[in-house]
């Protein structure tokens, strides 16, 4: 496989080029066909040589830049940390592929939507094999450029569109931060491959690492959602539920996290970077699982659970233990997909996303409601299933490399966390039905990649030997061992709280029916998202817009309008002006020649005296 | 004596068109006009391992002369193409036209291999006489109107040559070209350099002796005027690159660099209200004149940039030249009014030729371009190179604005247009050069690197 791993990415992107450009006249049939399993041999790939990898493999495809002292070569890297990512991106994809057929059946953009989800994974698989920062930039805008797509697919809805815009927008700000990072960088190391960078990084200056690796993380707050610039994943669940599952639950959001342990040695040199890299991820966490506790939206609940989880990776990589934060991406990635998965299932079945308006769907819809209870155990952390395993790796991490308060914020969050979840469980599946219709359950071709994900999400996170191991070859990967009864009390913390946080949920929302309980002010600002968006539209939006308004009007159409017209009115002027010195005259036309070797023979004469 | 061959083969297949046609075989005389000029670049491949001065120094078959030779024959080639076809529907019936083109290019081609002035003259003269006649062979108004004024202006600036080359001789005691002699500062040699800059200045249509230019374009032939708007200027430049040695003389470079910037100006803000596309085409090689004119001031330095400026040069301008042909003289703006949904194939050629003149990449006319300016930079002229520019930028309007006329203007008559087969082959050539040398130029320039 080594000499074939670069064909990874290649599959989706033929199964793109080809829908791209016959998807107008191929059946339905044929793409259902085409498009899953291309991702499908992509998986295969992706396995093969991960069962086979020892080291590193870079493949130098060919010198795609060369100017001047750039020179940036089309490589890809497969190690054990990309190894992950191509596994667990082309796997969850392809379930999501199979997913989709029955989940997108009746959507008259079936064939677009294929194209789209394609061009989706093979972006994805390109910025998580690249080599070097460049190309991992193009996935990295390629990846923004198809959840745009994907957000604004049902473009006739004008909350789609608007959602799809908002994403766009909110990315550039982070990539604009991104690409000024890539640019430092090369100005510091004269060459962008990732190993390069890792390797040297003691030649630069810890004030300079800090600038560069906190500029690359402000694109990771933009594409991975964390503070400030979450804003765009709520409105991105506008898009297909499969989408919300593959591209802003299980893999393009985590690619700030992948990028941070790419570049690790690099955030560890600055030290205050890696510093802030964990407390925004721990604050990101709690704060968008307080704003999960109020939602009604079953997709927005989803959303902002992911932006936490999301949280405590970054947390877990910004103390120092990468392993522990790349196995909860891992684990994630099946548990979250699956909620989204089951919550597309439920929607499928009653027509609506609003929870208020379901309610009782335990017998009508069996199979989801088990998968689903079984993902809401794994986020809630329940001994044995996987996320248990990830998230307690990374709250020891925490308490063991001196970051209490991290760990307690973190501790709390669990508790957060098993809340909401069991209250959307309770609000679902319990009591009485409160829409109108009948729910029924979706078709097995959605049922089977559920119960393959929640499979793994049971076994996602039974790994005989620590993920630190596996990583190790890396070099910068250290394995902490911790001794046992520390280790249980730890756990016990983080399992009290949620096991408290259930039992809440239980007591409201299936007790009290959720009656009686009423947090008045408290709830009214969690319910608004703590009035964020307002916010930033009153300190940005708004302003930007009147501005521009004003540069508008005055700046534009006054100055710069009336210079080009001018400019141009007077070159056509000028243009007039000398075109009436061709008289069409034969004898003035005598005359311009003998006036050119007059003034001529005076310039000859002048230069004599 | 082997340095005639080219010569002796594009006189001889002349002189037997000129027999042909005499006893009215019209095709037959197109048909030796066509052989003459693939035999004539035939023969310039198996010179080209032969290089060197011939004939007591008469003739010079350097590289650059043989690789302008061969331009010379290339594009009198695509005319060629480009007036087959349309000299019936015009009313030339006569065969006289190509075998007028034949001997043209055979004094364009004697002008750009000597370095004696006198050849020089010889070859000048046996050019412009035959574009006299060529100017005037549309039998109308417009068309004499040209023919008589290029010849009497045209001789008024042969006479100026002639007495720039009566002061050399009467300094240097002969008429070659040397170095040692141009580089003197007397009065008579910048009297004399004043006089036979003058008379090229003049075929390369430069401020103040441009003034020609558009009347004779508008009124000759459309295929006459692509050849005068190439053939000439690669005549006349490079004859000029060869006493570029004059110009380390202050007042003469001063002379050519108030004439470039007078000419780049000029030449862009009148053709911005040209009404008539070939009146547009005339200033537009103006323009084009004074930029290749700028690689002169480094002298041979600038050499390859001046021929590949002019290698580019000649494909769009001859394409174009190929679009206005098949209009069949109808010559104003308004004509090609709607021009893209009756004749497709021909507005996108010419819209592609717009581009590829305003100076866009992928094309070969902004390489060209680039590499012309950015090699008289760095020879120190940064501040010309900048007033060109700024020149160019004009440029985009006009060019545009043909293709704004064709694609974005209706109107309710059909264009008058026809479609000749082998002038459409010549559009297709041309874009296909262009884009060669706009995408793939480095073989070219290996070549022009290495030998000029």
Known sequence: ?609 | MIALVPLLILVGFGIIALVLDLFLLRWWAKLSGYAGLIAASISLFFLFSKRGKFLNGLLVFDAKGIYASLLILVFTFLVFLIADGYDLKVGIVEGELYILFLFAAAGAVVMVTTSHLLVIFVGMEVLSVASYALAGLRKDELSREASVKYAILGVFSSVFFVFGMALYYGETGNLFISPEAVANPSPLMTAAALFLFAGLMFKASLVPFHIWTPDVYQGSPSPVAGFFSIVTKIAAFLAFLRISGFLVNPAVRWFLIGSIILTVIYGNFVALRQKDIKRLMAYSSISHAGYMAMALLLGEKGGWALLFYLSVYGFMNLGSFSVISSLVENNSLDDYKGLSKAAPSLAAGMAFFMISLAGFPPTGGFLAKFFLFSEVGAGGYWWLVVIAILASLLSVYYYLRVVVYMYMKGRVEKPIFAYFPSSLLAMFASILFILELGIFPRTLIYFLRIFI
């Open chain 1, 1 to 609: 496989m080594r000499e074939l791993f670069w064909l990874i990415p290649l599959f989706p992107a033929f199964g793109a080029a080809f829908l791209i450009l016959f998807g107008r006249v191929i059946s339905r049939k044929l793409v259902s066909w085409l498009a899953p399993s291309l991702v499908g041999l992509s998986f295969l790939f992706s396995l093969l040589s991960y069962i086979q990898l020892n080291g590193v493999w870079v493949k130098e495809l060919f010198s795609w830049i060369k100017v001047g002292n750039l020179s940036i070569p089309f490589a890809l890297q497969f190690d054990p940390l990309s190894s992950i990512m191509a596994v667990t991106v082309s796997g969850v994809s392809f379930l999501i592929h199979i997913y989709s057929i029955g989940y997108m059946a009746n959507d008259w953009g079936y064939n677009r939507y294929f194209a789209y989800l394609n061009l989706f994974t093979f972006s994805m698989l390109l910025l998580v094999l690249s080599a070097n920062l460049p190309l991992m930039f193009i996935g990295w805008e390629g990846v923004g450029l198809c959840s745009y797509l994907l957000i604004g697919f049902w473009f006739e809805k004008d909350a789609a569109a608007d959602a799809g815009k908002k994403a766009f927008i909110v990315n550039r700000i982070g990539d604009f931060g991104f690409l000024l990072g890539i640019f430092l960088l090369f100005t510091l190391f004269g060459n962008l491959s990732f190993n390069y960078i890792n390797s040297h990084v003691s030649a630069v200056s810890p004030g300079i690492a800090t600038a560069a690796a906190l500029l690359l993380f402000v694109g990771a707050t933009g594409k991975s959602a964390q503070l400030p610039l979450y804003i765009w994943l709520p409105d991105a669940m506008e898009g297909p539920t499969p989408v919300s599952a593959l591209i802003h639950a299980a893999t393009m959001v985590t690619a700030g996290v992948y990028m941070v342990s790419r570049l690790f040695p690099l955030y560890q040199h600055s030290g205050f970077a890696l510093e802030l890299v964990a407390w925004v991820g721990i604050i990101t966490a709690i704060f968008a699982a307080t704003i999960a506790l109020a939602q009604n939206d079953i997709k927005r609940v989803l959303a902002y659970s992911t932006i936490s989880q999301i949280g405590y990776m970054f947390a877990g990589v910004g103390v120092g233990a990468v392993a522990a934060g790349m196995f909860h991406l891992f684990t994630h990635a099946f548990f979250k997909s699956l909620l989204f998965l089951c919550a597309g299932a439920v929607i499928h079945g009653v027509g609506t996303n609003d929870m208020r308006k379901m309610g009782g769907l335990r017998k009508a819809m069996p199979v989801t409601f088990w998968t689903f209870l079984i993902a809401a155990l794994t986020i809630s952390g329940i001994p044995g299933f996987s996320a248990f395993f990830s998230k307690d790796e990374i709250l020891k991490e925490a308490y063991l490399s001196g970051h209490k308060w991290i760990w307690a914020i973190g501790v709390i969050t669990a508790g957060l966390t098993a809340f909401y979840i069991f209250r959307l469980i309770f609000m679902t599946f319990y009591g009485e039905y409160r829409g109108e219709g009948h729910p029924h359950e979706a078709p097995k071709v959605m049922l089977i990649p559920m119960s393959i994900l929640a499979l793994f999400s049971i076994i996602g996170g039974w790994f005989p030997k620590s993920f630190a191991h596996y990583l190790s070859p890396l070099g910068y990967i250290k394995v902490i061992e911790a001794s046992h009864s520390l280790e249980i009390y730890l756990l016990g913390a983080s399992l009290i709280l949620a096991i408290i946080g259930i039992y809440i949920a239980w007591l409201v929302y299936v007790k009290r029916k959720g009656k009686g309980w009423n947090f008045g002010f408290v709830y009214r600002v969690i319910y608004g998202k703590y009035y964020v968006d307002e916010l930033y539209n009153f300190l940005f939006v708004t302003p930007y817009r009147k501005g521009s308004e004003l540069i508008n009007r005055y700046f534009d159409k006054g100055v710069i309008d009336r210079t080009v017209e001018g400019s141009g009115e007077a070159a056509l002027g000028g243009g007039n002006l000398l075109s009436k010195l061709q008289t069409g005259l034969l004898k003035d036309y005598g005359l311009w020649m003998a006036t050119g070797i007059i003034i001529g023979l005076f310039l000859a004469i002048r230069s004599l005296l």
